[in-house]
């Protein structure tokens, strides 16, 4: 792992064809991609999953959430507008999912917020996730059990202050744990990987840390390296909100232009853009 | 019923001024179009409605859904993202619009991927839709009421494929049923119409399924006749479809552009673009 | 009270350099929005509020609400597609709000459509809400305590039309109560102020007038005056739509550029444009 400026200056091309690899599979794949999220991210979830190749489906009903998860590529539990009914659904697709051998995202939306969510993220984390990933607030909550700052879903530290209690956490849990800010720190407990894509609209759009879930669960379903398969998820975000950037005039004509890049993006701007550490 | 590239070459002037008739008559109107569905199609449904000329509603509370079917222009049950409270409002109100003479369309989302979706599907057939629309493996599904494939919410096999079914499922509900795919079908089950305006984009976005089920309900409160305002319905978004792929540099500005077309559609648009077959 | 020629024909500058203020604060100070709100507008509140500056949180799980509601700077509630969960955490977390001295906007959206909704808008109007924003339709309704017309969600009368109920609504509320529409009207019951920013596509716009609520539930975290901020509130977001309907070729499009405008506006357009008297 480099520090922000080294990654920056360096994109890395061996990297960059691996996630380009990545993102042409789900392209040729298709992976269904079963969401149970929150009433904001459901949208451009939705569309961002279209638009990189994946097939979304949203379901949330405890008749047939277990059927769902089992049958798909990978499983995003979101925890953003949860409620008593949506929680035992989740709780019921998680563990589905498990037993089927399919690999599944939790993302801790505001878990730091209230006790409700943290007693509700504690549960689910002892679903064998295969991977966590949340802002550095959330996660240095988690990693902790206890709360840790923050206000409302959005963080109040940088990614790089939860970074202790994403390897403890992902020791913990056994799940791969992505901190994502400026710069995403991504953790199996041993190893560390750094990436520095992005752009900073991408915290003025609504639920763009939902869709980076979203993302890596797809990326979860054509891979069979879950560490791997989280670090693509996020490279590929990121660029496209680099890409977005060079089009926009404020945050909803970025997230226009991020949604079209994740349908645009070509091999040469994935191999040389990928800055991972 | 011509073929694909017969209707693709010979765009039907005289079609293309029912089209809009029923667009004109959409915008003077104003039409109330109830709304019962899924958290992903609500945005982009009231938007859509809005745009084309409809004063959208979503309600979805047990103690309201009658009242407001009741005294809407028409009713759209879409099941995309169901659950046992909201299919008991669903039922309550599509009672409730055809003991009112109220005209109203199921789009039964993903009836193929759970057995679920396909029971409270045939519920809701067995109280009267004016019409049901759905993508081929639903519509296959629906008309075999037996499982016919599809992966998720999407289709995995052509409208043509499905076309018995449809015309088995009008002649059993009752319906107008369409289709809707690269080409749509209609039928009432003696009559059988194709539509082929669109764009692959409306492929890559969400609810563009719903919408234009939405859109049929919309076109259904102005007109006398279903079959024909299930076809207009179809080729007005499809015309906006086409508009959109004009100006757009992927999905999200295609979305964008589909519904700005929507409200900008002007009477020579519609007349040379209508492909009906 | 200027007539709506009068309020066009001359910006206001003192009133812009408050508003100016007002935003300022805002953005420096990024306070916590809690939103109960419809499905329809989350997603569409929660970028404006980004956008603008504020940090929104979507919650309605009973087990949260208070606690979020308690800590936020303003809390919104919005009751387009109420159920009776829904309603049980927004009746507590109003009153959450009021004990913890937080203030709170009530959006009565549909008051006029069926009697369920006013019952539940009459219950929340007496927990003291600080602001009630609304469209002619509906103030009219809540007003009166009984329905006044208007089709589904949307008004058939003028704001105008609605003053008388607006100040009586004020007097027995206590609340500041705003009317909007091509001219918005603020009232404390006492004082009058109108508003003649905006744009006619934000009808053509989906839960614009539930941004407008939440908008001014933000201006309320910052501001020691809810009249003031209920006024600011309607001229942020209503030069906004005027800044966006320069670069929109429709309803969609002027959306995008909206919540580009909130993001971008300067302080010599916020005083060269307020239209207030």
Redesign the interface.
Known sequence: MSDQDDIADAPDRQAGEAVWRTLSRLRSG?P?V?CIT???A???N??AL??VGA??????????VE??ASA?GALVINI??????WVTSMLAAAKAAVEAGVPWVLDPV?VN?????LEVAKRLTRLQPTVIRGNASEIATLGASSASGG????STIESFDALDAAQTLARKSGAVVAVTGAVDYVTNGRDLVAVANGHEFMA????VGCTLSALVGACLAVSDDALDATVHGLVIMGIAGEMAAE???????F??????????MEETQVEEAARIG
Chains 1, 2, 3 share one sequence.
Do not use: C, F, W
């Open positions: 298709r269904l079963h929150n009433y904001v459901m949208d451009i939705a569309n279209l638009a097939s979304p489906v949203m379901a949330h009903a405890a008749e047939e059927e769902i798909a953003g507008t949860l409620d008593k009914l505001g917020a209230t006790p409700y969510r206000q409302g879903v959005d003025r759009v609504t639920a089009r926009s005039q404020g945050p909803a004509s997230r226009v232009a991020m949604i079209d890049a994740l349908y645009r």
